[in-house]
């Protein structure tokens, strides 16, 4: 006769215990209404077959099911006598003793069930595609503490076509989950269910930043030297007599030489890829505008500031401490992510006093950015920089809007009296 708590304990066997279970003559009044469904998807596996380390796991399951009711023969022989039929195993001479009331002694009861339930305590994880919803993988005994990242990784080893940069996990069809977010931290239950979509081939941001900001700095000389084929034969390797022309390529020059210094040597990017089809977008813009800007700048016709000096002197100042501070913030920010670090974290100010405008914007670096493009305009007082600087403004706006929304949901304790890139407006 088995014991009453017996079929609670048949719904925590793993798949190796109840194969191995169905194989016992003892527990056939157990398994008669459900060992045709069980041995069709979990076929019996020799013992010698398995490995040896979940030797006490599958004894611990099936002892706990097959063992007597206290007080038969084979109760009091110990559980150094329990044999599966036919095999002649006994149980490991680490199992525990029975008492006279059939208890185990000690904590090795409490053990048993810690690790049941350690190996009832993984997760099953279904991707689906995002648009048909059809089934791509489905991962088998996942840890609780595994990361999105390690959940990426699973998945480019059945599908090595869609490496980890690739993919956008989402935990629906709208909402992509972050690397370092934990699966037992999820809305979910034990069996998770993700959506995978497919970003397309990628390219690095260093990369990225590397090709838009070179291009502009080449694409100016061809214009400030006045190349043959720019302004024709008669005006090729001439030279503007207006100051303000070769003041606008040193300052032009000295942007773009500090954005490639940056990006190799300051920049730290939380996503560390960009879809390969936006880099023909970003260097048309940067790099036709480079040439719009250039061709009015050193143009023969071109005409200098109406104010002279003064203007030309107030502009290059301007721009000098816009560019210095735009450093400062890069450097600021940079300092966030030592060590590798990719979690985001409330910028503050520091010592150097082109930080402070921290404690009223969200974005400063994007405020030091229009700024500079500014001062360019007052010191070119050109159209197409005017409006290059009035689209730059526009799009770093939005930016900064997209930013300071972010850390208004992910910090209760944000600074309230800050805006995301006009101190008190915007």
Wanted: net charge positive; glycine share 6%.
């Amino acid at each position: 006769m088995f014991p009453v708590h017996c079929q609670l304990y048949f719904c925590r066997l793993s798949h190796e215990a109840t194969s191995e279970l169905l194989k016992n003559p003892e527990t056939r009044l157990i398994s008669c209404s459900i060992s045709a469904t069980l041995k069709a998807k979990y076929p019996p596996v020799p013992l010698t077959d398995r490995p040896q380390n979940r030797h006490a796991r599958r004894w611990v399951s099936i002892a706990l099911l097959s063992q007597p009711a206290a007080g038969s023969a084979r109760s009091r022989r110990g559980p150094a006598a329990w044999t599966r039929a036919g095999r002649g195993v006994r149980a490991p001479p680490d199992w525990p003793q029975r008492g006279a009331r059939g208890r185990c002694r000690g904590g090795r009861r409490r053990e048993a069930a810690r690790r049941m339930g350690t190996r009832a305590g993984f997760f099953e994880v279904e991707i689906l595609d995002w648009k048909t919803k059809e089934q791509l993988c489905f991962l088998d005994k996942v840890e609780p503490n595994a990361t999105i990242r390690e959940i990426r990784l699973m998945f480019h080893k059945l599908y090595p076509r869609w490496y980890p940069a690739r993919q956008s996990i989402k935990l629906d069809p709208r909402k992509s989950l972050r690397d370092e977010e934990i699966l037992q931290h999820l809305p979910v239950g034990t069996t998770a269910t993700l959506y995978f979509k497919d970003l397309g081939p990628q390219i690095g941001w260093t990369t990225v930043f590397l090709i838009e900001y070179t291009g502009p700095l080449f694409i100016y000389f061809l214009f400030y030297f006045r190349m043959p084929f720019v302004y024709g034969l008669d005006e090729r390797f001439t030279s503007s007599p207006h100051p303000v022309v070769n003041l606008a390529c040193i300052c032009h020059s000295f942007h773009y030489i500090k954005r490639l210094i940056e990006t190799v040597f300051v920049h730290r990017f939380s996503h560390g890829t960009m879809p390969l089809r936006n880099i023909v977008k970003n260097c048309l813009y940067y790099w036709g505008f480079a040439a719009w800007l250039a061709y009015y700048i050193n143009h023969p016709l071109y005409t200098p500031p109406s104010y002279g000096k003064k203007q030309i002197n107030f502009a290059v100042i301007m721009f000098l401490l816009c560019e210095a501070g735009n450093f400062s913030i890069h450097v600021a920010l940079s300092d966030l992510q030592k060590n590798g670090s990719k979690t985001r974290k409330i910028p503050y100010p520091t010592k150097n006093p082109f930080t402070w405008l921290f404690f009223f914007v969200s974005c400063p670096n994007y405020t030091y950015e229009v700024g500079t493009w500014i001062s360019f305009t007052i010191m070119t007082q050109c159209v197409p920089v005017g409006l290059f600087t009035l689209l730059c403004f526009i799009q770093m706006t939005v930016w900064a809007k997209d930013k300071h929304c972010t850390y208004l949901r992910e910090f209760k304790d944000y600074p309230s009296l800050r805006m995301p890139i006009i101190p008190f407006l915007l």
